[in-house]
């Protein structure tokens, strides 16, 4: 049971360029997320998604995109990389219930320079 | 969405037992209070979850007073490998359920 994969683990882009992070899952969880987390500080929620075709802005969406074509994967796409996204980002996903834990993804560590 | 509220920082020394209290004033009803400990370079990950009263696991206990405003997440006998953030989380179940983490505590376990 692979729980929530993200793939890569490290990139560097160079500003202007676009990637698209990977994320999937095999838990069957209707529910994911997308966060960012800065330096010492905490997790910050960038889009989420209730369900294959559908999502929704987090509290800071700009310069992010993201799809859900399927209830398995939930793709974060950067269009025009800034400084500003140098970050570590985690996907996480749960079941729709009050009582569903979240399960994270490792990580993915952004550096645009 | 239930706001959470947690000191920032603690510190502690190995052997000691914590308590980390985290304020949740809006709570409603259907509402699982639910912590996690994050490792630096790691995703979160779940330690305990609970409704009411008192919960316990193998690594933790969960204490939720009557009104149910505040919890406490305790961890008996901390060790260095302890040192981590700790988030405390509202969650209810439903159609949209946007899930924002506050800024978490840090515990530094000290030899």
């Known amino acids: 049971n692979a729980g929530v994969t993200q793939t890569p683990k490290f990139r560097i882009l160079k500003i202007g360029q676009s990637m698209t992070l990977q994320c999937t899952q095999d838990m069957n969880h209707n529910y994911m997320y997308w966060y960012r987390q800065d330096p010492g500080m905490g997790l910050k929620l960038i889009y989420y998604s209730v369900g294959a075709g559908i999502t929704d802005k987090g509290e800071v969406p700009n310069g992010y995109n993201v799809s859900r074509s399927t209830t398995e994967d939930f793709p974060l796409r950067l269009e025009l990389a800034a400084p500003s996204q140098t970050s570590v980002y985690f996907c996480?996903?749960?079941?729709?219930?009050?009582?569903?834990?979240?399960?994270f993804g490792n990580g993915t560590r952004l550096t645009v320079t | 969405l239930a706001k959470t509220t947690q000191p920032i920082s603690m510190d502690s020394y190995e052997g000691q037992e914590v308590n980390i209290t985290c304020s949740h004033n809006?709570?409603?009803?259907?509402?699982?209070i639910t912590w996690y400990q994050q490792f630096p370079s790691q995703g979160p990950r779940f330690i305990i979850q609970g409704y009411k009263t008192k919960v316990t696991n193998e690594v933790a206990s969960l204490f939720i007073p009557a009104d149910r405003k505040s919890s406490t997440l305790s961890l008996p006998r901390v060790s260095l490998s302890d040192t981590a953030v700790y988030y405390c989380l509202v969650t209810s179940s439903g159609s949209a359920r946007q899930l924002t983490f506050g800024s978490g505590t840090q515990l530094t376990v000290l030899p």
């Open positions: 809006n709570i409603a009803t259907n509402d699982y």
């Open positions: 996480a996903s749960t079941r729709d219930r009050a009582n569903s834990p979240l399960h």
